[in-house]
């Protein structure tokens, strides 16, 4: 069984930066998808950044040139650095991990940006 733990989340101010880490453990298998998606308050859960294990990354157009997704396959780590938040980025941010059809969850880690 796959398992995903987030952090890394907190209080930031508009402009400023954080850096959210998701440790998986369990069996990891490839070709897999790793990466981050949130959800605000009163909406669904949206894609913010992904990577394949072959490092192709695909990223929400409201992210593009603000947020960096990494990973680290051999600690089995996910990484999203995130510059220039805004108030809209505040959302609970949930570690992914998809392979062959089934998604697993992380519990997410708040990220709250002040405007």
């Known amino acids: 069984q796959v398992q995903l733990m987030e952090s890394g989340g907190g209080l930031v101010q508009a402009g400023g930066s954080l850096t959210l880490s998701c440790a998986a453990s369990?069996?990891?298998?490839?070709?897999?998808?790793m990466g981050w998606y949130r959800q605000a308050p009163g909406n669904e859960r949206e894609l913010v950044a992904v990577m394949t294990s072959s490092n192709n990354t695909d990223y929400a157009e409201s992210v593009k040139g603000r947020f960096t997704v990494s990973r680290d396959n051999a600690k089995k780590m996910v990484y999203l650095q995130m510059n220039s938040l805004k108030a809209e980025d505040t959302a609970v941010y949930h570690c992914?991990?998809?392979?062959?059809?089934?998604?697993?969850w992380g519990k997410g880690t708040l990220v709250t940006v002040s405007s």
């Open positions: 369990g069996n990891i298998l490839a070709p897999n998808v």
């Open positions: 992914n991990y998809n392979v062959m059809g089934r998604k697993y």
